[in-house]
Protein backbone atom coordinates (compact mmCIF):
# COMPACT_ATOMS: atom_id res chain seq x y z
CA UNK A 1 0.00 0.00 0.00
CA UNK A 2 1.32 3.60 -0.65
CA UNK A 3 2.46 5.95 1.67
CA UNK A 4 -0.21 8.54 2.17
CA UNK A 5 0.97 11.70 4.26
CA UNK A 6 -1.41 14.17 5.94
CA UNK A 7 -0.45 17.89 6.81
CA UNK A 8 -2.68 19.91 9.25
CA UNK A 9 -2.66 23.46 7.82
CA UNK A 10 -4.49 24.92 10.17
CA UNK A 11 -5.89 24.80 13.89
CA UNK A 12 -9.23 25.66 15.29
CA UNK A 13 -10.93 24.81 18.61
CA UNK A 14 -13.75 25.92 21.07
CA UNK A 15 -13.98 23.75 23.91
CA UNK A 16 -14.08 23.80 27.95
CA UNK A 17 -10.48 25.25 28.41
CA UNK A 18 -11.18 28.08 25.41
CA UNK A 19 -12.88 29.94 22.52
CA UNK A 20 -9.85 29.69 20.13
CA UNK A 21 -7.10 27.53 19.43
CA UNK A 22 -4.63 29.97 21.07
CA UNK A 23 -6.85 30.00 24.19
CA UNK A 24 -6.97 26.49 24.53
CA UNK A 25 -3.17 25.75 24.25
CA UNK A 26 -2.43 28.56 26.73
CA UNK A 27 -4.95 27.26 29.12
CA UNK A 28 -3.56 23.31 28.81
CA UNK A 29 0.06 25.09 28.88
CA UNK A 30 -1.12 26.40 32.58
CA UNK A 31 -2.56 23.54 33.49
CA UNK A 32 -5.69 25.77 33.93
CA UNK A 33 -8.72 23.25 34.67
CA UNK A 34 -12.22 23.90 33.10
CA UNK A 35 -14.27 21.56 35.12
CA UNK A 36 -16.51 23.77 37.02
CA UNK A 37 -20.36 24.40 37.86
CA UNK A 38 -22.05 23.32 35.14
CA UNK A 39 -24.30 27.11 34.20
CA UNK A 40 -26.41 26.01 30.91
CA UNK A 41 -28.81 23.28 32.27
CA UNK A 42 -30.51 22.92 35.98
CA UNK A 43 -28.46 20.72 38.15
CA UNK A 44 -30.54 20.96 40.77
CA UNK A 45 -31.82 17.38 40.46
CA UNK A 46 -28.67 16.12 38.98
CA UNK A 47 -25.78 14.06 40.77
CA UNK A 48 -23.08 15.71 39.04
CA UNK A 49 -23.23 19.27 38.90
CA UNK A 50 -19.82 19.64 37.61
CA UNK A 51 -18.24 19.46 34.14
CA UNK A 52 -16.15 21.39 30.95
CA UNK A 53 -18.67 23.78 29.27
CA UNK A 54 -17.69 26.46 26.64
CA UNK A 55 -18.08 29.96 28.67
CA UNK A 56 -18.73 33.34 27.59
CA UNK A 57 -19.72 32.10 24.08
CA UNK A 58 -22.08 34.17 22.43
CA UNK A 59 -23.76 32.68 19.17
CA UNK A 60 -24.81 36.13 17.99
CA UNK A 61 -21.42 37.14 17.27
CA UNK A 62 -20.60 34.10 14.66
CA UNK A 63 -24.02 34.14 13.35
CA UNK A 64 -25.86 36.97 13.45
CA UNK A 65 -29.40 37.52 13.29
CA UNK A 66 -31.46 34.12 12.39
CA UNK A 67 -28.42 32.36 10.91
CA UNK A 68 -28.07 30.48 14.52
CA UNK A 69 -31.83 29.12 14.35
CA UNK A 70 -30.38 26.45 12.01
CA UNK A 71 -27.56 24.69 14.50
CA UNK A 72 -27.51 23.37 17.07
CA UNK A 73 -25.12 24.54 19.77
CA UNK A 74 -22.54 21.57 18.84
CA UNK A 75 -23.03 21.96 14.97
CA UNK A 76 -22.39 25.77 15.64
CA UNK A 77 -19.15 24.66 17.64
CA UNK A 78 -18.05 22.62 14.65
CA UNK A 79 -17.92 25.50 12.27
CA UNK A 80 -16.75 28.36 14.23
CA UNK A 81 -13.90 25.74 14.81
CA UNK A 82 -13.56 24.56 11.14
CA UNK A 83 -13.89 28.85 10.32
CA UNK A 84 -10.14 29.56 12.44
CA UNK A 85 -8.83 26.18 11.12
CA UNK A 86 -9.62 27.77 7.35
CA UNK A 87 -8.49 31.14 8.13
CA UNK A 88 -5.02 30.16 10.13
CA UNK A 89 -4.09 27.87 7.08
CA UNK A 90 -4.93 30.66 4.49
CA UNK A 91 -6.43 28.33 2.28
CA UNK A 92 -8.31 29.67 -0.43
CA UNK A 93 -10.38 27.56 -2.24
CA UNK A 94 -10.81 27.78 -5.28
CA UNK A 95 -13.41 26.06 -7.73
CA UNK A 96 -10.77 23.12 -7.98
CA UNK A 97 -9.68 22.66 -4.35
CA UNK A 98 -13.42 22.67 -3.54
CA UNK A 99 -13.89 19.30 -5.53
CA UNK A 100 -11.30 17.77 -4.10
CA UNK A 101 -11.79 18.77 -0.41
CA UNK A 102 -13.82 16.42 1.99
CA UNK A 103 -14.76 17.75 5.77
CA UNK A 104 -14.06 14.73 8.02
CA UNK A 105 -15.89 15.82 11.50
CA UNK A 106 -16.09 13.38 15.00
CA UNK A 107 -18.86 13.70 16.87
CA UNK A 108 -20.36 11.09 19.91
CA UNK A 109 -23.73 12.47 19.25
CA UNK A 110 -25.59 15.60 16.93
CA UNK A 111 -27.83 18.57 18.63
CA UNK A 112 -28.40 16.95 22.18
CA UNK A 113 -29.35 20.27 23.25
CA UNK A 114 -32.07 20.57 20.67
CA UNK A 115 -33.04 17.23 21.08
CA UNK A 116 -33.29 18.42 25.75
CA UNK A 117 -35.32 21.13 24.55
CA UNK A 118 -37.78 18.68 22.44
CA UNK A 119 -38.06 16.30 25.08
CA UNK A 120 -39.18 18.97 27.62
CA UNK A 121 -41.32 20.72 24.87
CA UNK A 122 -43.21 17.24 24.75
CA UNK A 123 -43.34 15.66 27.96
CA UNK A 124 -43.09 18.47 30.04
CA UNK A 125 -44.59 21.48 28.50
CA UNK A 126 -46.99 19.08 26.58
CA UNK A 127 -46.28 20.53 23.81
CA UNK A 128 -47.98 18.92 20.81
CA UNK A 129 -45.25 19.45 17.47
CA UNK A 130 -41.32 19.69 17.76
CA UNK A 131 -39.63 22.70 16.18
CA UNK A 132 -39.66 22.29 12.10
CA UNK A 133 -35.71 21.70 12.00
CA UNK A 134 -35.26 19.30 14.90
CA UNK A 135 -34.22 16.48 12.48
CA UNK A 136 -31.48 18.60 10.93
CA UNK A 137 -30.22 20.10 14.28
CA UNK A 138 -30.13 16.78 15.64
CA UNK A 139 -28.59 14.88 13.29
CA UNK A 140 -24.70 13.39 14.02
CA UNK A 141 -23.47 15.04 10.74
CA UNK A 142 -24.51 18.41 11.08
CA UNK A 143 -21.52 19.99 12.25
CA UNK A 144 -19.86 18.31 8.89
CA UNK A 145 -22.71 19.29 6.95
CA UNK A 146 -22.54 22.80 8.15
CA UNK A 147 -19.06 23.20 7.25
CA UNK A 148 -19.20 21.84 4.25
CA UNK A 149 -22.31 24.42 3.09
CA UNK A 150 -19.82 27.20 4.83
CA UNK A 151 -17.06 26.51 2.90
CA UNK A 152 -18.86 25.35 -0.83
Known amino acids: MPERRVAITGLGAICGPGLTAPEVWQSLRQGISSIRTLTLVDTSKLRFQIGSEVQNYDPNIPFPGSEQDHLDRFAQFAVVAAREAVA ?10 R ?29 SRL ?11 AGASQISMQFG
Open 88 to 97: DSRVTFTPEL
Open 131 to 141: HPLIIPRTMAN
Open 99 to 127: EATAVVCGTGSGGQGTQDTGYADLYQHGR
